[in-house]
């Protein structure tokens, strides 16, 4: 059985149905992302399962007790949100204890719990530290320390990276993780960046105007996107109507409205069967590890294909050259 269980969750703001009979399940100890673009409710179904915000359908269940109608703080839940929200007249250490104290904890277990979980996020020596003192990154990882102290059963993460700079992010991604396997929690975490939830996620729910449009392993949903729009947000694909892959001569995909292919699985060296397309580089992108070249073929179409930075390989603005397009590699949707 799962251990997080949502049936057919409505909710409504006024006249609008913003969460249209959402199901999802999640196994116990997953990091799960709700990855989709800004409004399409993934906020609102956290803060539905966290209690802020009622529902008019359905049912939430957490290791088999039903907790929609519970009290926020009955529920068994930590959450972190964007921003802070630390209490700014406390330290570090007051900061983590408060939510401990809330549930009647000793003081000497309060102190020993607050500063071995502030240890575990990387912040001890900082226990007396006032959060104006804090960079963001810090403060973060103390909201972290305060809503793991009270060892809830589930973690509810809202965008906890997005005020944060990109090194600090990776950083704080690996700690999230870290903490989830060490602590054994089961996170729900909301993103509308597909980075954050490729890299950080067991399990990803895509949505989409208040509806779950895919689900799996992040692996899984990289290789096959299943509409137009999972292609669009979540992978970097070359995307092709019916139209163009017909142009294109690819007459074994002739049946699919879209046609998409991974820019990294495209060749420049001949490969099995495959469609085979003469282009010229017009633009090349240095992204780290890997070189994009943007390769315009005779029909104008432009494709994007991805080498691994190579000095051997290096392909140069007005170079000519054989595009490879695998055939097993390429993606249909009806
Ligand atoms: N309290 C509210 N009252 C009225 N409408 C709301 C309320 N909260 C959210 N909405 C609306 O519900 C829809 C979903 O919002 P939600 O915040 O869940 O989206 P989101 O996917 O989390 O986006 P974002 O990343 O921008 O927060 C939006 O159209 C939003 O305007």
């Given at each position: 059985m799962s251990f997080i269980e949502i049936n057919n969750l409505r909710k409504s703001f006024g006249n609008t149905e913003v969460l249209h009979g959402l199901n999802l399940k999640i196994a116990?100890?997953?990091?799960?992302?709700?990855?989709g673009p800004s409004g399409c409710g993934k906020s609102t179904l956290l803060r539905a399962i966290a209690g802020l915000n009622s529902i008019d359908e359905g049912e939430i269940i957490i290791d088999g007790r039903r907790i929609d109608g519970l009290a926020p703080k009955d529920r068994g839940l930590g959450m972190v949100f964007q921003h802070y929200a630390l209490f700014p007249n406390m330290n570090v250490?007051?900061?983590?204890?408060?939510?401990?104290?809330?549930?009647g904890v000793d003081k000497k277990t309060r102190d020993t719990e607050a500063k071995k979980m502030i240890d575990l996020v990387g912040l001890a020596g900082k226990e007396e530290a006032y959060p104006a003192n804090l960079s963001g990154g810090q403060q973060q990882r103390v909201a972290l320390a305060r809503s793991l102290v009270t060892k809830p059963d589930v973690l509810l993460l809202d965008e906890?990276?997005?005020?944060?700079?990109a090194q600090i992010r990776v950083q704080l991604r690996g700690l999230i993780k870290s903490l989830q396997a060490e602590l054994g929690i089961t996170v729900i975490l909301v993103t509308h960046d597909q980075e954050e939830a490729m890299s950080m996620s067991d399990y990803i729910f895509v949505m989409n105007q208040g509806h779950i449009v895919q689900e799996g392993s992040p692996t899984y949903i990289y290789r096959?996107?299943?509409s137009e729009f999972a292609t669009r947000f979540i992978g970097d694909y070359n995307l092709f109507t019916k139209e163009e892959a017909a142009a294109m001569g690819a007459v074994d995909h002739a049946d699919y409205s879209y046609v998409a292919i991974r820019p990294e699985v495209l060749s420049l060296e001949a490969v099995g069967d495959a469609y085979v397309y003469e282009?010229?580089?017009i633009r090349t992108s240095m992204r780290g590890s890997i070189y994009r070249l943007y390769i315009e073929l005779d029909g104008k179409k432009v494709l994007k294909l991805d080498q691994l930075n190579r000095s051997a390989n290096m392909r140069r603005v007005g170079d000519k050259v054989t595009v490879y397009m695998p055939k097993s590699e390429i993606i249909g949707m009806v």
């Open positions: 116990r100890g997953q990091l799960a992302a709700l990855l250490l007051d900061n983590v204890k408060f939510g401990l104290e809330m549930k906890p990276l997005s005020a944060l700079d096959h996107p299943q282009g010229k580089v």
